[in-house]
């Protein structure tokens, strides 16, 4: 492996551990204010329980990542020294306000978890709002400095120089308002069909039945709500990098030939020598709907791209088939969820919980693969038009290895998470018993 | 105007990193040097003492690295380039830390993995502060050579040299001097106070061991250290006054019983030695060897950016600093408790 691409990987990994960890840790927090105002209104136990068994998990992802989101920022500099020389006082204003959305929220997290019994009902209430409220201000701010990277403005380059830099106007870049939308609609989704199913699971097991469908109650409403209005932004998101980033969408549809009213590719195995996508669906004039909004008008192809400007097509093209098609399944289980409403018994139904039992890595699936169509899409560059990747890497070799501590790492690190959850869940019964805790 | 905002705003966070942090580190590093009969009690008024705020604590060092790679991008990218490798071992260690350090509490039950997650948090909790001060030493050592042609001379002697491993070791001891002097105050009974004060007393001995350590290496590797600090009317002051509080302090500790009032002379003491050591050679961050040293003005980033940046943290620490004034009082001790 050369060292460019280590790089690359060790970027992506990180990136790739990170999300699923900022994710987890700026939504949970929402689930646990509702089911704690609950308690606090309702006054009944369950709902303690439930905000108290949330908030070890928050506190175990919070813990996880903050440490891999310090390993970032540095990591920024030590893989890509060169782009950080240069883009660090363009595109560092949403870092320095993520700064202090991260700082409070680590303050606020600190009153929540140690604040039980000890401050004021409301206020220990309020400091779990924050948490969340400050989790999700960090997580748009860091994209929008990653959009800032898709839509690169604010400077301008005379020989090599980066002169007229405003950083205001690169963090109100044209991409930061629907990746924001995009991936704060994500992180509900893929946490919610995450945590609702496990606890349909547990209802399954005919664990703590209470406790598990009050939780999956709460949960699901987001992840639905979420769910969906994703297709939606997801629109939004499309017209959006076809008009800015034409090399992306035709990487991401695998559209090798510019033509009027062209077709939407589905599946497929895109051949990028021969230009052709071979087993593909095609359905004519629909990409020029979902890329213009009407059946007719001309989409760009890679043909029209420079070879050396073309992102990799079949990762860029299989990432996004997987991240639509879940959204979809998704999408579906949302509408199955509404019409239940009208149906309460099927919460009790196996075939019904099954289906969210299925749902619970889709979320995630469907972030990593969309991070991959943003990230690989944008390929060769890592400033869009401005910057190619292979100049910014670090000129230290050896990055093979750093690649392999990191991957083991990495991999230990979400061993242990896993271990920890699987144990947090099977205590239940015992740290939550009702009789017990009506005692404390 | 606002270049000097954002200069004060780097070195606050240095300073409350290295104090506030470091005296988390020294907890951890403590823990590794009590005799196993009283270490489940340390352990236990260690995590009372920062469970809530040890999350506040670190990001003093994401203030710190933000403030770096937006306003003076080339220090940022030189450390990380020349300082790749004790850097990432500083964040193996901040990650190992971070994570068992909240395991080792969230682990629904408890078994022989609390023996895995307290070896790697004691120990983690040597690597980080260690790494840290090489990084600290490297900069200044003048060992970091951008025309080296080999790797080693690049990405190795930047950082391995008797200097630079002996500020990492100083820093290390510091850390544990600073974690004990907090532990007095936490203390709830007398047996448990003098614990701490015969572990303050081992830590501050060994502070000094390393520090003079520091001196010698620094005159093996030809850096004027000794003129930096005892040559500038500012060096010498504020070498003076923190060995004065330190002595104030210790007559307070042994004579007077007190155990809170501590706290803010061991802080000044690194205030002092942090400013001793930066005003010597202000502006200078890192010292090239063979080349033009990078300041924190020639490095600094247009003034649009600098303007942002220090308007940014302004509003952040009218958010921030009450709230964590708050933190800091609400799971404290406010008052000295006679044992």
Known sequence: MEDFFAARAQMALSLGFHIIYACIGMVMPFFMAVSHFKWLKTKDITYRNITKAWSKGVAIFFATGAVSGTMLSFELGLLWPTFMKHAGPIFGMPFSLEGTAFFIEAIALGFFLYGWDKLNRWFHWFTGVIVGVSGLASGILVVSANAWMNSPTGFDVVNGHYINIDPIKAMFNNAWLFEALHMTLAAFAATGFAVAGVHALMILKGKQIEFHTKAFKIVIVFAAIAAVLQPISGDFSAKDVAKRQPAKLAAMEAHFHTEKSASLIIGGLPDEEHQTVNYAIKLPGLLSFLAHGNLEQEVIGLDEIPVDEHPPVAVAHFAFQIMVGLGMIMMALAVLYFISLRRMLWLRERWFLNLFVMAIPMGFIAVEAGWTVTEVGRQPWIIYGVMRTADAVTPMPGIVYSFYLFTLIYISLSVVVVFLLKRQIEMVPVLYNENQARRL | ?339
């Open chain 2, 1 to 339: 105007m606002m270049n000097y905002i954002v200069i004060a705003f780097l070195f606050l966070s240095i300073v409350l990193y290295i104090i506030l942090g470091g005296a988390d580190f020294g907890a951890g590093i403590l823990e590794l040097f009590t005799s196993a009969k009283n270490r489940s009690r340390t352990r236990k008024t260690l995590y009372m003492a920062i469970g809530p705020i040890w999350e506040a604590n670190h990001m003093w060092l994401i203030i710190a690295i933000v403030i770096l790679f937006v306003g003076f991008p080339a220090i940022y990218t030189e450390m990380s380039t020349s300082l790749h490798i004790p850097l990432i071992c500083m964040l193996i260690g901040i990650i190992a830390r971070g994570t068992a350090f909240v395991f080792r509490h969230y682990d629904a039950v408890k078994d022989d993995m609390q023996k895995v997650y307290n070896r790697v948090y004691a120990l983690s909790s040597i690597v980080t502060p260690l790494f840290l001060g090489i990084i600290a030493g490297s900069v200044l050592s003048g060992h970091i050579d951008i025309n080296a042609n080999t790797f080693s001379e690049r990405y190795m002697h930047s950082w391995l040299n008797w200097f630079s491993v002996g500020v990492g070791f100083f820093v290390v001891a510091l850390c544990g001097f600073l974690a004990s002097v907090y532990l007095i105050g936490e203390a709830d009974n007398a047996e448990d106070r003098q614990r701490f004060v015969n572990k303050a007393r081992r830590m501050n001995i060994a502070a000094v061991i390393c520090g003079a350590l520091v001196f010698i290496a620094a005159s093996l590797d030809h850096i004027p250290l000794l003129q930096w600090i005892f040559y500038s009317p500012v060096g010498l002051t504020a070498v003076i006054a923190a060995t004065g509080s330190l002595a104030i302090m210790w007559y307070l500790i042994l004579y007077r019983n007190k155990s809170l009032i501590i706290r803010p002379f061991v802080a000044f003491q690194v205030v002092m030695i942090l400013l001793a050591i930066s005003y010597a050679h202000f502006p200078d961050v890192i010292i090239i060897r063979g080349g033009e040293n990078l300041s924190l003005f020639n490095t600094m980033a247009p003034n649009k950016t600098m303007d942002a940046l220090g308007w940014a943290l302004i509003l952040g620490s009218i958010f921030i600093l009450p709230a964590l004034f708050y933190l800091y009082y609400s799971f404290q001790k406010h008052e000295e408790v006679p044992l």
